[in-house]
């Protein structure tokens, strides 16, 4: 059985144009586009492109063209620039349209990126219509990542994380979607300087530094998701005696048989290395050249 209210917005529409024709006025793209349409394209008059252009017809034309094709025959002809999925348009294309307006700002970078390199377009992550949508808050902007991450959002279950399911961070903290000069698509200039912007006390500078804490806090620590605590890579002291295996102290490595069960190790148990070396990330201590105090 038809869609009775479909065949009525489509039958209103053409005598809309009729109407138009007959009276020699321009047609335009509210006569067919009215709130009862089959699209909530009206969505659009909550937002700041409804603005565009002085608003009304020519805020549509200012994204989707003149489309005088479309306007003549709505049902076989698309606009000069469709941005929805019934008449799909080139990602490129479509994104180049948008970067008319947003070409500098965050989509600076856009032309490189990881997401124009995959393919990807605006509308993959952005509703232009709906408000909600055209500049994402934490929540949305999280989920509508993790729809193709699914590495990182297996990442983000683990038992020691960031809280980005609490809302209390973002994907967008960290990272820029639309592309940056950095590896990963940071915000900041490099991965220290993206994790100081939350863990300033980590920043420094100390009087006794750990070389890797100020090389790279990935050396140490998973930005997503770790099985360890505090986002480690590995657990201590395995993570310390990467480095330090046989400098100083331990000079042996130290193995399952030191765990609870066999010949438990004070070393191996607790906080392990930290017991001793708490100041990991630096120390001004005069006498913290161990990273003890």
Not at 100 to 111: D, I, P, R
Not at 190 to 199: E, G, P, V
């Amino acid at each position: 059985m038809p869609d009775r209210g479909k065949w009525f917005r489509r039958t209103l529409c053409s005598l809309a144009l009729l109407v138009s024709a007959l009276a020699g006025a321009a047609q335009d793209c509210l006569d067919c586009h009215l709130a009862s349409a089959d699209q909530p394209v009206l969505a659009i008059q909550h937002s700041a492109h409804a603005a565009l252009a002085g608003g009304g017809n020519e805020a549509c034309r200012a994204c989707h063209g003149d489309s005088a094709g479309h306007i003549a025959a709505p049902a076989s002809s698309a606009p000069d620039f469709s941005f929805g999925p019934h008449w799909p348009m080139p990602a490129a294309e479509g994104g180049a349209r948008c970067l008319t307006c947003h070409a500098g700002g965050e989509q600076l970078h856009w032309a490189g990126s990881a997401h124009a390199a995959a393919d990807l377009a605006c509308t993959d992550c952005h509703s232009l219509h709906r408000q909600s949508q055209l500049a994402p808050a934490p929540d949305p902007a999280t989920s509508g990542c993790l729809t193709c991450h699914s590495e990182v959002r297996a990442e983000l279950r683990l038992p020691s994380r960031h809280p980005i399911a609490e809302g209390k961070t973002a994907c967008t903290d960290c990272h820029n979607p639309h592309g940056s000069p950095t590896p990963g698509e940071l915000a900041a200039v490099t991965l220290n300087d993206t994790c100081f912007t939350c863990h300033s006390e980590k920043r420094g500078p100390f009087l006794w530094e750990h070389p890797p804490a100020s090389e790279d806090c990935s050396l140490c620590h998973r930005p997503h998701g770790s099985v360890h605590p505090r986002l480690l890579t590995a657990r201590g002291p395995a993570l310390c005696q990467q480095c330090h295996a046989a400098a100083f102290h331990p000079s042996l490595p130290y193995g399952g048989e030191g765990v609870a069960g066999a010949a438990p190790n004070q070393n191996l148990l607790g906080k392990n290395c930290l017991n001793c070396h708490g100041q990991v990330h630096g120390s001004n201590h005069p006498s913290g050249a161990r990273l003890t105090r």
